[in-house]
């Protein structure tokens, strides 16, 4: 059986987004001014990443993670949703958080999560709803009040897993297979000595199982063990793309013992086979290209995958590397780029496809336009990609309109 993905989100009441459903499907760019909520979007997925947690989602997240409440709303607002659809192993489910904020700055916490029957344009069946009135969760023969209602600030979702049913497991498993992820820690060392940082990719790292690339790429050498361990095409292709990205002279990786339990990443190179070149030493660029390896490739769990400014570090000709990689990864999940690089726009194969322009309206709100393909395809038989056109300032010729609503969107 296929594996769960997100394959739209919603959002309404954060920041300077006010209604803003967006479909999930390969890859999707995000551009725009600053300010016009490309990062909010990415926000609002870890934000729903931590609700599969069992922990206190207001006072944890919310509060100590995110800022709290006013530092969330959009001015005016006193509600805040979030909402995903995730489909492929099974029938479609429907999950969404809302956070109310009341008079006496107390936070309201409800969710909802309903599963659609094969008849189509129905509504969805109800398999939890929580709210600060109602505990109700599907007992296989209908809804019941049966099981630990949350605590004030909890989630049900999170407790509601192994065993209890099949649909609760699954929303869990596709909340915690969101990645979020910012550009890599591959400063040089002696800048991250400055600020006493003594763990990253250059750094070795205490050997443990890892399934994924961390956050900041902290487990690096970790994740290329795994890669290593898993051998056949999975290794093969590591090497390949580390020598079309960093050159010929690639031979292989080492992950050598350095004490304590701990292991590093080293470099094989043709022309020093028997000394190995440490993570440590090598550019931002290069070790930023190995861990973007790392990532496409442990993508076990991924039910969406989004990186805020991949371009960081990378010399033109490795971003399009990058880039063709992730339009890979894309194929197997859902893939969410936010960034101002003319450089990435110019390498991506299909841009009527993948660019969503985030710009605000005259109340400044958030909008997503996408390209006329017609308009972008006449344009583009005088440039070389949507990013030269940006550049020169004709990219407003091809987002004329608010994009459409698109395809599969559900309510």
């Given at each position: 059986?296929?594996?769960?993905?997100?394959?739209?989100?919603?959002?309404?009441?954060?920041?300077?987004?006010?209604?803003?459903?967006?479909?999930?499907?390969?890859?999707?760019?995000?551009?725009?001014?600053?300010?016009?909520?490309?990062?909010?979007?990415?926000?609002?997925?870890?934000?729903?990443?931590?609700?599969a947690k069992p922990i206190s989602f207001v006072q944890d997240v919310v509060s100590?993670?995110?800022?709290?409440?006013?530092?969330?709303?959009?001015?005016?607002?006193?509600?805040?949703?979030?909402?995903?659809?995730?489909?492929?192993?099974?029938?479609?489910?429907?999950?969404?958080?809302?956070?109310?904020?009341?008079?006496?700055?107390?936070?309201?916490?409800?969710?909802?999560?309903?599963?659609?029957?094969?008849?189509?344009?129905?509504?969805?069946?109800?398999?939890?709803?929580?709210?600060?009135?109602?505990?109700?969760?599907?007992?296989?023969?209908?809804?019941?009040?049966?099981?630990?209602?949350?605590?004030?600030?909890?989630?049900?979702?999170?407790?509601?897993?192994?065993?209890?049913?099949?649909?609760?497991?699954?929303?869990?498993?596709?909340?915690?297979?969101?990645?979020?992820?910012?550009?890599?820690?591959?400063?040089?060392?002696?800048?991250?000595?400055?600020?006493?940082i003594r763990k990253g990719p250059r750094w070795p790292s205490e050997v443990e199982?890892?399934?994924?690339?961390?956050?900041?790429?902290?487990?690096?050498?970790?994740?290329?063990?795994?890669?290593?361990?898993?051998?056949?095409?999975?290794?093969?292709?590591?090497?390949?793309?580390?020598?079309?990205?960093?050159?010929?002279?690639?031979?292989?990786?080492?992950?050598?013992?350095?004490?304590?339990?701990?292991?590093?990443?080293?470099?094989?190179?043709?022309?020093?086979?028997?000394?190995?070149?440490?993570?440590?030493?090598?550019?931002?660029?290069?070790?930023?290209?190995?861990?973007?390896?790392?990532?496409?490739?442990?993508?076990?769990?991924?039910?969406?995958?989004?990186?805020?400014?991949?371009?960081?570090?990378?010399?033109?000709?490795?971003?399009?590397?990058?880039?063709?990689?992730?339009?890979?990864?894309?194929?197997?999940?859902?893939?969410?780029?936010?960034?101002?690089?003319?450089?990435?726009?110019?390498?991506?194969?299909?841009?009527?496809?993948?660019?969503?322009?985030?710009?605000?309206?005259?109340?400044?709100?958030?909008r997503l336009r996408r390209p006329n393909e017609d308009k972008l395809a006449e344009?583009?038989?005088?440039?070389?990609?949507?990013?030269?056109?940006?550049?020169?300032?004709?990219?407003?010729?091809?987002?004329?309109?608010?994009?459409?609503?698109?395809?599969?969107?559900?309510?």
């Amino acid at each position: 059986m296929s594996r769960d993905r997100i394959t739209q989100l919603r959002i309404s009441g954060l920041r300077a987004i006010e209604d803003l459903t967006l479909a999930l499907h390969g890859l999707t760019v995000l551009i725009g001014d600053n300010g016009t909520g490309k990062s909010s979007i990415l926000e609002a997925l870890e934000l729903l990443r931590l609700a599969a947690k069992p922990i206190s989602f207001v006072q944890d997240v919310v509060s100590r993670g995110h800022g709290g409440m006013p530092a969330l709303l959009r001015r005016g607002a006193n509600e805040l949703k979030l909402g995903v659809t995730i489909e492929g192993a099974g029938p479609p489910l429907v999950y969404e958080i809302e956070l109310g904020l009341e008079s006496n700055a107390q936070v309201r916490l409800s969710e909802r999560l309903g599963v659609y029957d094969e008849s189509p344009g129905k509504d969805p069946s109800i398999l939890l709803l929580s709210n600060p009135t109602t505990f109700l969760i599907s007992s296989g023969a209908g809804l019941s009040n049966t099981g630990r209602r949350p605590g004030p600030g909890e989630l049900a979702l999170p407790r509601l897993g192994d065993g209890t049913s099949p649909m609760f497991q699954r929303a869990i498993d596709a909340l915690e297979g969101i990645e979020i992820h910012v550009p890599f820690e591959t400063r040089p060392t002696w800048q991250q000595r400055e600020f006493d940082i003594r763990k990253g990719p250059r750094w070795p790292s205490e050997v443990e199982p890892t399934d994924q690339l961390q956050r900041y790429a902290l487990n690096l050498p970790n994740a290329f063990q795994q890669l290593r361990n898993l051998g056949g095409e999975v290794w093969d292709r590591v090497i390949v793309r580390a020598r079309l990205g960093l050159g010929d002279d690639v031979r292989d990786f080492r992950l050598s013992p350095s004490g304590r339990g701990n292991i590093e990443l080293e470099l094989v190179l043709g022309s020093a086979p028997d000394q190995p070149l440490p993570a440590e030493y090598l550019s931002e660029g290069q070790l930023a290209y190995l861990a973007f390896i790392a990532l496409v490739e442990l993508d076990e769990r991924r039910s969406v995958l989004a990186f805020d400014e991949p371009e960081l570090h990378l010399h033109p000709a490795l971003l399009a590397r990058v880039i063709f990689m992730l339009e890979d990864a894309a194929e197997r999940a859902p893939v969410i780029l936010a960034t101002h690089s003319d450089r990435l726009l110019d390498a991506l194969g299909t841009p009527e496809r993948s660019v969503v322009l985030c710009d605000l309206d005259e109340h400044r709100t958030v909008r997503l336009r996408r390209p006329n393909e017609d308009k972008l395809a006449e344009w583009l038989e005088d440039y070389r990609g949507l990013g030269s056109l940006r550049a020169e300032g004709y990219d407003t010729y091809v987002f004329d309109s608010p994009a459409e609503p698109e395809e599969g969107e559900s309510s």
